[in-house]
C-alpha cells in the first residue's frame, strides 16, 4: 500500500474500550484500547492490520498515529485521568527504521496524562527476534515512569522467558485457563501457581476473558487482582457507557467468607500500620519521616487514591547518604526515581499464602496489606511469625 492508501485507511479505524476491574470491590482499574473498524479500512482482521504495515516498512507510523488516536479516544472518558489505559504495543515496531523513544511521552502531555498511567501491553503474537533488545526497550520505558504488562499470558511457550527477563507491573492470563476454572482443578493450580509468582516479584495480576459469576469468584478467590471480560463488560465505542463501578457479583461464597473472616482478624492484628507518603511528595519528606522516627525502615507510597504503588527502603536512602554529594543528588530525583516496586495482598488472604510468599525470596522483607485496593499496613517476618503462633494455638 501506498502511503496515501495508508493515509486514508487509518482515518476509517476506531478503538473500542473493554473496563478492568478490581476484584474485590469492583471499581474500575482501567480500559484496554482495542481497535475497530478494519473491515471498514480494507482489512479481513486485526492482525492484517499490523502485518501490511510491518511488511510496508511504515508499522511504527502507524503506530504512533494509532496512540495519538486511542488517547484522543481514551479521553472522552470524563474520569479518564483517574484510570490506567492499556495499549498494545507490537515489538516488530523496533525493527522500523523511524523507530524512535520520547514521542510517547509527547502525546501524552498534551492530555494531561500522568505517564504511570499509560501501560504498554506486549503479547506472544510475534516471537521476539532479541529478548535483550525488547527488554532494553521496556526497561526504558519503565524507568520514564511507564507501566508494563504481558498479555496472553499462557498462549504460547515463551512466556516465561518473558516473565523471567522483563520486569512486569502486571500479568494478564490467557482466557484458555479462566474458562470454566470453576470445573478444573488443573487450572485452578496452575492459576494460584501464577498468582502467587506475580505476586512475589510485586506485579498484579488480570484474569482475561471472564465470562461467568463461577469464573469471577474462583479468580477472586485464588488471588487475582484484577479482571477483565463479558461478565464485566463487552468493549464500548459509547465511552459514556462506562462505569466508575460495576455491581456485578453480589452473589458469594459464604464458606469462602467465613474462612477468610477466621484469619483476617488475626492478620489485621499483626499488621503494622506505617505511615504513607504520596507519589507527589517531595524526598525532602522522605528524608524527615525517617530522620523523626527512627524505628522506621520502609515508607509504603500510595496514590491519590491510597492505592499503594510502591515502597522506599531505608536502605536505599543510606546508599546515597553514604556517598559524596549523594544527599545533593537524592534531592535532585522524585519518589518514583527511588521507590521499589510492592509486594501487595488484600487482607482477606491467608496467614499461609503470606508465608509462601515470604518462603520465595529471603530478599523480601516485607508485604503490604491491602483492604478494597487501598493501603491498609505492612507484615514483615517478625510479625507474621506472631500470626503463626496465633494461629497454631487455635
Given at each position: 500500500m501506498t502511503i496515501k492508501e495508508w493515509e486514508e485507511a487509518s482515518k476509517l479505524l476506531d478503538f473500542a474500550f473493554q473496563p478492568i476491574i478490581y476484584v474485590n470491590n469492583q471499581e474500575i482499574y482501567g480500559v484496554e484500547a482495542l481497535l475497530r473498524n478494519h473491515e471498514k479500512a480494507g482489512f479481513k482482521s486485526i492482525q492484517e492490520v499490523f502485518d501490511k504495515a510491518y511488511d510496508d516498512n511504515i508499522l511504527y507510523t502507524l503506530d504512533l498515529f494509532?496512540?495519538?488516536?486511542?488517547?484522543?479516544?481514551?479521553?472522552?472518558?470524563?474520569?479518564?485521568?483517574?484510570?490506567?489505559?492499556f495499549y498494545n504495543l507490537d515489538n516488530r515496531v523496533l525493527e522500523m527504521p523511524n523507530f524512535s523513544m520520547g514521542n510517547t511521552e509527547k502525546i501524552i502531555e498534551k492530555f494531561g496524562m500522568n505517564k504511570n498511567s499509560f501501560i504498554f501491553e506486549i503479547s506472544e503474537k510475534h516471537n521476539f527476534k532479541n529478548i535483550s533488545s525488547i527488554n532494553n526497550l521496556l526497561t526504558v520505558y519503565k524507568e520514564r515512569g511507564y507501566n508494563i504488562a504481558i498479555d496472553d499470558f499462557g498462549s504460547g511457550y515463551s512466556n516465561l522467558q518473558k516473565l523471567f527477563h522483563i520486569e512486569v507491573d502486571i500479568l494478564k492470563i490467557d482466557r484458555f485457563f479462566i474458562n470454566e476454572i470453576d470445573k478444573s482443578s488443573k487450572k485452578k493450580v496452575f492459576l494460584a501457581s501464577i498468582v502467587n509468582l506475580v505476586h512475589s516479584l510485586g506485579g498484579k495480576v488480570v484474569a482475561e476473558?471472564?465470562?461467568?459469576?463461577?469464573?469471577?469468584?474462583?479468580?477472586?478467590?485464588?488471588?487475582c487482582d484484577l479482571v477483565q471480560g463479558f461478565f464485566v463488560e463487552k468493549p464500548l465505542l459509547n465511552l459514556s457507557k462506562i462505569q466508575k463501578n460495576y455491581n456485578v457479583a453480589l452473589e458469594s461464597d459464604e464458606k469462602y467468607d467465613t474462612f477468610k473472616l477466621a484469619e483476617r482478624e488475626i492478620i489485621e492484628k499483626y499488621t503494622l500500620i506505617h505511615q504513607t507518603l504520596s507519589i507527589n511528595n517531595s524526598i525532602d519528606l522522605v528524608l524527615k519521616m525517617l530522620k523523626d522516627n527512627k524505628k522506621i525502615d520502609v515508607?509504603?507510597?500510595?496514590?491519590?487514591?491510597?492505592?499503594?504503588?510502591?515502597?522506599?527502603?531505608?536502605?536505599?536512602?543510606?546508599?546515597?547518604?553514604?556517598?559524596?554529594?549523594?544527599?545533593?543528588?537524592?534531592?535532585?530525583?522524585?519518589?518514583?526515581?527511588?521507590?521499589?516496586?510492592?509486594?501487595?495482598?488484600?487482607?482477606?488472604?491467608?496467614?499461609?499464602?503470606?508465608?509462601?510468599?515470604f518462603s520465595f525470596d529471603d530478599n523480601i522483607e516485607e508485604i503490604i496489606i491491602t483492604e478494597y485496593s487501598q493501603y491498609f499496613g505492612v507484615v514483615t517476618k517478625d510479625s507474621l511469625i506472631k500470626m503463626l503462633n496465633e494461629k497454631n494455638m487455635y
Open positions: 494509532l496512540r495519538k488516536k486511542a488517547l484522543l479516544r481514551f479521553s472522552e472518558i470524563n474520569f479518564f485521568k483517574d484510570i490506567k489505559f476473558g471472564v465470562e461467568t459469576l463461577e469464573e469471577y469468584l474462583i479468580c477472586r478467590k485464588i488471588g515508607i509504603p507510597i500510595v496514590d491519590s487514591k491510597n492505592k499503594p504503588i510502591g515502597i522506599i527502603k531505608e536502605s536505599s536512602i543510606k546508599e546515597y547518604l553514604l556517598t559524596p554529594f549523594g544527599k545533593e543528588i537524592l534531592k535532585r530525583k522524585q519518589i518514583s526515581d527511588i521507590m521499589n516496586n510492592a509486594i501487595a495482598f488484600d487482607i482477606n488472604t491467608t496467614i499461609n499464602k503470606l508465608i509462601e510468599i
